[in-house]
């Protein structure tokens, strides 16, 4: 069939081949392997990654579980938890000593990952004083050193996603792009903003299309979308060859679906007040069958998740705030029925 855009369909990293070139960015406290199913199964998105995990938890984990003791909740290993329709799943690791992140990666193939991912964007400060995150932008020897070593130690895919730089003086994504490259990773995603910008003002896409333009290897372009039109403009302005989405996945996780329809036909369906209550019952439902493997609680995962999916229901400022009144899972779940049972039926008389 005809697209209305010509945009790249199918993204490659070395063997793994992702179809639709669309994949949801890795976001710590949101997407854990609840939301991660969730998104799998509204369609359209080509590939899923864990929230970023500690390298040195990992092998702590790892320890732990060959000396046959107990893992403690909130371990490492959970967030490295995913189930087998996750597939094609990354798990995305961060640190900053190579040899610690090489051994993490090895436990990462050998916990059956598709692929593995670096984090050098994170901007927190917690992450950054020991040189992990978007810290090591500004110690490029060092991320040559991680690189080198990840490499010899997997045979998966091996990518790595990064900020443009520390600040705008210091703009650095072509150098890291061109040592992914060197260092035989199979490909790289940026967030075209610097980390000093923080979430402030609009993602830089120029500085994607110049990092397309250095390096040979897959980019995927990241920062600021948040409907279909943008993901195609992504796509034209930079010549990227995949688009990865945020902040929007988690107040529109339809939006997957949504840009692959639009990509096919020049439109797309919005969500009725009937798919929003299917959505939010059905990610509750999941959460409350997998609450054993998110790291938090179920009661807290339903509030915060309430905070995003309310946007967009009518009447959802009410919903939010009942569901924040609620105390067992169970209570948000039959607050949520309820209001919906009222609300549809206003609607169909
Ligand atoms: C709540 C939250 C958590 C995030 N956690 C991670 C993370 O674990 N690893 C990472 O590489 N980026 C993380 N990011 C950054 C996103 O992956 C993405 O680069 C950024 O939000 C820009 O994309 P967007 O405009 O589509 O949201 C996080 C962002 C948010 C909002």
Same mark, same amino acid.
């Given at each position: 069939? #005809?697209?209305?855009?010509?945009?790249?369909?199918?993204?490659?990293?070395?063997?793994?081949?992702?179809?639709?070139?669309?994949?949801?960015?890795?976001?710590?406290?949101?997407?854990?392997?609840?939301?991660?199913?969730?998104? !799998?199964?509204?369609?359209?998105?080509?590939?899923?990654?864990?929230?970023?995990?500690?390298?040195?938890?990992?092998?702590?984990?790892?320890?732990?579980?060959?000396?046959?003791?107990?893992?403690?909740?909130?371990?490492?290993?959970?967030?490295?938890?995913?189930?087998?329709?996750?597939?094609?799943?990354?798990?995305?690791?961060?640190?900053?000593?190579?040899?610690?992140? $090489?051994?993490?990666?090895?436990?990462?193939?050998?916990?059956?990952?598709?692929?593995?991912?670096?984090?050098?964007?994170?901007?927190?400060? @917690?992450?950054?004083?020991?040189?992990?995150?978007?810290?090591?932008?500004?110690?490029?020897?060092?991320?040559?050193?991680?690189?080198?070593?990840?490499?010899?130690?997997?045979?998966?895919?091996?990518?790595?996603?990064?900020?443009?730089?520390?600040?705008?003086?210091?703009?650095?994504?072509?150098?890291?792009?061109?040592?992914?490259?060197?260092?035989?990773?199979?490909?790289?995603?940026?967030?075209?903003?610097?980390?000093?910008?923080?979430?402030?003002? #609009?993602?830089?896409?120029?500085?994607? $299309?110049?990092? @397309? !333009?250095?390096?040979?290897?897959?980019?995927?372009?990241?920062?600021?979308?948040?409907?279909?039109?943008?993901?195609?403009?992504?796509?034209?302005?930079?010549?990227?060859?995949?688009?990865?989405?945020?902040?929007?996945?988690?107040?529109?996780?339809?939006?997957?679906?949504?840009?692959?329809?639009?990509?096919?036909?020049?439109?797309?369906?919005?969500?009725?007040?009937?798919?929003?209550?299917?959505?939010?019952?059905?990610?509750?439902?999941?959460?409350?069958?997998?609450?054993?493997?998110?790291?938090?609680?179920?009661?807290? @995962?339903?509030?915060?998740?309430?905070?995003?999916?309310?946007?967009?229901?009518? #009447?959802?400022?009410?919903?939010? @705030?009942?569901?924040?009144?609620?105390?067992?899972?169970?209570?948000?779940?039959?607050?949520?029925?309820?209001?919906?049972?009222?609300?549809?039926?206003?609607?169909?008389?």
């Amino acid at each position: 069939m #005809n697209k209305v855009f010509e945009v790249p369909q199918k993204l490659r990293f070395g063997a793994l081949e992702l179809t639709p070139a669309v994949t949801l960015a890795p976001m710590a406290g949101v997407t854990d392997t609840v939301f991660r199913r969730f998104i !799998r199964n509204l369609g359209g998105c080509g590939l899923i990654m864990t929230e970023f995990t500690s390298s040195e938890g990992v092998i702590a984990d790892d320890r732990r579980k060959k000396a046959g003791q107990k893992t403690v909740r909130r371990n490492s290993f959970n967030y490295l938890y995913y189930e087998q329709d996750e597939h094609p799943i990354v798990a995305q690791l961060f640190g900053s000593d190579p040899a610690t992140l $090489a051994d993490a990666a090895r436990v990462v193939e050998d916990l059956g990952f598709d692929g593995v991912d670096l984090n050098f964007g994170c901007p927190v400060k @917690k992450v950054t004083t020991c040189n992990g995150g978007s810290g090591l932008l500004r110690d490029l020897p060092l991320i040559r050193q991680i690189l080198e070593q990840v490499r010899a130690a997997v045979s998966i895919p091996f990518t790595c996603k990064f900020r443009t730089g520390w600040s705008d003086t210091e703009i650095v994504c072509c150098e890291v792009g061109r040592l992914a490259e060197s260092c035989g990773l199979q490909g790289v995603a940026l967030h075209g903003r610097t980390r000093e910008q923080g979430y402030a003002g #609009n993602a830089n896409w120029d500085m994607i $299309a110049e990092l @397309k !333009r250095a390096v040979s290897i897959p980019v995927v372009g990241n920062g600021d979308v948040f409907s279909p039109e943008d993901a195609v403009r992504m796509f034209q302005h930079t010549g990227c060859d995949g688009v990865m989405i945020g902040r929007a996945a988690a107040s529109n996780p339809w939006i997957f679906r949504q840009i692959q329809q639009y990509i096919a036909t020049g439109e797309y369906d919005e969500p009725t007040e009937q798919d929003r209550y299917e959505m939010i019952r059905d990610y509750y439902q999941l959460l409350l069958n997998r609450g054993d493997r998110i790291s938090g609680r179920v009661d807290g @995962k339903m509030k915060q998740f309430a905070t995003y999916f309310t946007r967009g229901v009518r #009447n959802g400022t009410q919903l939010r @705030k009942a569901i924040y009144r609620c105390g067992e899972p169970q209570e948000v779940i039959d607050t949520v029925e309820r209001f919906f049972e009222e609300q549809l039926a206003t609607e169909a008389a």
